[in-house]
């Protein structure tokens, strides 16, 4: 599994959000801010909405998981798959000594 470098740079993203709540007022509704900035730098306005909305949770001012939340949820996902994959393991060498020491031959 490779890792995707997104197109845009957290630097880009940031500047991107910030525009959009500086200037919302000068726009009937976030949604036409979103999309007029979206234009101008380029990336779709869907992209742009998340971004936002992700910046609203990490300021507390929307509900849901804020991007360390997420980061860290992420993290102890991998941490359990890699300790069930450990704890296969060790279960399967478990069985084959139990096997060997019973002078049986390993059933899989």
């Not at 630097?11 to 979206?38: N, P, T, W, Y």
């Not at 993290?75 to 049986?104: C, D, H, P, T």
Request: net charge positive; proline share 5%; hydrophobic share 30%.
């Amino acid at each position: 599994m490779t890792k995707r470098t997104p197109p845009f740079s957290p630097e880009v993203r940031e500047r991107a959000v910030r525009m959009v709540l500086e200037h919302q007022g000068e726009h009937d509704s976030q949604c036409g801010a979103i999309r007029s900035i979206a234009a101008k730098i380029g990336c779709p306005g869907e992209t742009l909405r998340n971004w936002v909305r992700q910046a609203e949770r990490d300021q507390g001012q929307r509900a849901g998981q804020t991007t360390d939340e997420r980061q860290r949820i992420k993290a102890l996902e991998r941490e359990v798959r890699e300790i069930r994959q450990a704890n296969e393991i060790l279960r399967k060498a478990s069985a084959y000594f139990a096997q060997a020491e019973l002078g049986r031959p390993f059933k899989r």
